[in-house]
């Protein structure tokens, strides 16, 4: 049996109606997106998964460094850099020749930059990647070429690589490879520092706990005392925008009060 409505309840059902369509669409805009358990082909840190990075992003709080997911523009990164490091890990392609310059900056004035896996070369200022001979799908262990603060209480590490370090530039220093090329590989550019990796797998949520992938993680960004790290999502296409903005404000709090 259907009710009779006045003019003035129909009205303000269809205007609540209205509102609640609306503050259905800004929650679902406005939260935070999580990967979570679900793979996304990156080490993530928001991911859970095997290949995710959550735990090395929470395992740096927890052990005292500075640490924040960096959303923004090169542009805007910390000026001086001295005490900053920059994780990329398996930076998405389409990187622009600004965005390369931007990265280099940073790095000259002091800062350090850990990036990881093929894609990387596009922001490197001079690249000496290489396919192995004997291409291997499946974990490798790598032992310590140079003892250094990079191979500190790591005497070996274990890592999924399709390529290596196969050129030599008089101020790279290999710390882990084998006969056909380094993995792990350091430089110094202007006054900060350059450390590359063949791949990510090492700080991945399952690679931290194989071999002393876990040393050579820390070793690889320094000290946590007075560290900041930036923890690169913005070469994952998470770019901060009017959502991001807006999602820090008390505007989606107040509108879903109104909903309600």
């Known amino acids: 049996m259907r009710l009779p409505l006045e003019a003035g309840d129909r009205t303000l059902l269809m205007v609540a109606g209205v509102v609640i369509v609306v503050t259905t669409l ?3 805009l406005l939260m935070p997106r999580s990967e979570e358990s679900q793979s996304v082909g990156y080490p993530s840190s928001f991911s859970t998964a095997s290949d995710g990075g959550k735990a090395a992003y929470l395992l740096l709080d927890e052990l ?5 997911r960096w959303t923004n523009p090169p ?3 910390p000026d001086p850099a001295k005490g900053v490091v920059l994780v990329i890990a398996d930076p998405s392609p389409g990187v622009t020749f600004e965005e390369k310059q931007q990265v280099e900056q940073f790095v000259r004035r002091g800062g350090r930059a850990l990036f990881t896996g093929a894609a990387a070369s596009s922001l490197l200022p001079a690249t000496g990647m290489t396919s192995p001979r004997k291409p291997s799908f499946g974990w490798e262990d790598f032992t310590r070429q140079t003892p250094g603060p990079i191979s500190r209480f790591a005497p070996s590490i274990s890592m999924k690589s399709m390529i290596r370090w196969g050129r030599r530039f008089p101020d790279h220093v290999p710390y882990y490879g084998d006969d056909q090329g380094a ?3 350091k430089s110094r550019l202007g006054d900060g520092e350059i450390i590359w990796w063949a791949d990510s797998s090492p700080l991945t949520n399952y690679g931290l ?3 002393s992938n876990l040393s050579l993680f820390l070793n690889s960004l ?3 005392q ?3 790290v930036l923890w690169d999502e913005y070469f994952h296409g998470m770019r901060a925008g009017f959502w991001d903005y807006l999602g820090r404000t008390p505007i ?3 509108l879903a009060q109104a909903g309600l």
């Open 26 to 28: 800004l929650a679902a």
């Open 64 to 68: 005292g460094y500075g640490v924040e």
């Open 75 to 77: 542009g805007q990164l």
């Open 183 to 185: 993995v792990v590989v």
């Open 209 to 211: 706990t194989r071999a």
């Open 222 to 224: 320094g000290p946590s």
């Open 226 to 228: 007075e560290t900041r």
């Open 252 to 254: 989606p709090w107040a």
